[in-house]
C-alpha cells in the first residue's frame, strides 16, 4: 500500500517480556517519528529519524526503549522488560525530506501488557 | 512549558448541526498548528496547517482559525455527517520540527442520526 504501515496491529505480552514494533514509512520519506498514545492523553513524542542524522531519542522515557532505522527505511521500535504502564498505543509517522513534521501516520500498534 | 489545552473534552451534535472545537495555547516561539482528525483505531490525519501569517484555512465543511495574538485556534465543521465522529487534536510546532510537537489531548466528537 501507499501509506505507512505498521505491525503487529496488536500485541499482548506478559509483564517483564520484550517487544519490537515495525514501521514501514512510505517509500522515499527520510524523516520517521515514533509517538505513543495512552488512553486518554495526547500523544507523547518517543523518537525522531531524519535522514542520515542522529536520530532525536529525547523522547524516549527510559533505557528500555530504543529504536533502530535501517537502511532509511524500516524502523522498529524496542521495549525491553515491558511494565504495565507501556501499554498504549504506538504510532509511527513519516514525511517527505522538505517537511520536518509527521505528515502520515500509520494505525498504531496497540500494545497491552499484562 | 509549552501546554497545548482543547475544549470540550467531548460532545455530541445531531447530524447536520455544526460544531465548534477550541484550542488554547502556551507554544513559543511559534511555528505553525494543524489540526488532525483521529478515527478510533486510525492513526491522525491532517486535516489543516496554518503559520502565523494565516489566520483562516477550510478543507471541505472544516475551517480552521488562528489568532496568534490570543494564541488560539478553533475548528468549525458544518452539517455534520455520522462520519465526522472521530477525535480532533490540535498540535503546535515550536520550530517546524517534529521533535517540537505539542499534542492536545484531543476533543471526542460523536455525531447522532
Known sequence: GAGVSQSPSNKVTEKGKDVELRCDPISGHTALYWYRQSLGQGLEFLIYFQGNSAPDKSGLPSDRFSAERTGGSVSTLTIQRTQQEDSAVYLCASSPYYSNQPQHFGDGTRLSIL | ?113
Not at chain 2, 61 to 70: E, F, K, M, N, W
Not at chain 2, 90 to 105: E, K
Open chain 2, 1 to 113: 512549558k509549552n501546554q497545548v489545552e482543547q475544549s470540550p473534552q467531548s460532545l455530541i451534535i445531531l447530524e447536520g448541526k455544526n460544531c465548534t472545537l477550541q484550542c488554547n495555547y502556551t507554544v513559543s516561539p511559534f511555528s505553525n498548528l494543524r489540526w488532525y482528525k483521529q478515527d478510533t483505531g486510525r492513526g491522525p490525519v491532517s486535516l489543516t496547517i496554518m503559520t502565523f501569517s494565516e489566520n483562516t484555512k477550510s478543507n471541505g465543511r472544516y475551517t480552521a482559525t488562528l489568532d496568534a495574538d490570543t494564541k488560539q485556534s478553533s475548528l468549525h465543521i458544518t452539517a455534520s455527517q455520522l462520519s465526522d465522529s472521530a477525535s480532533y487534536i490540535c498540535v503546535v510546532s515550536a520550530n517546524n520540527a517534529g521533535n517540537m510537537l505539542t499534542f492536545g489531548g484531543g476533543t471526542r466528537l460523536m455525531v447522532k442520526p
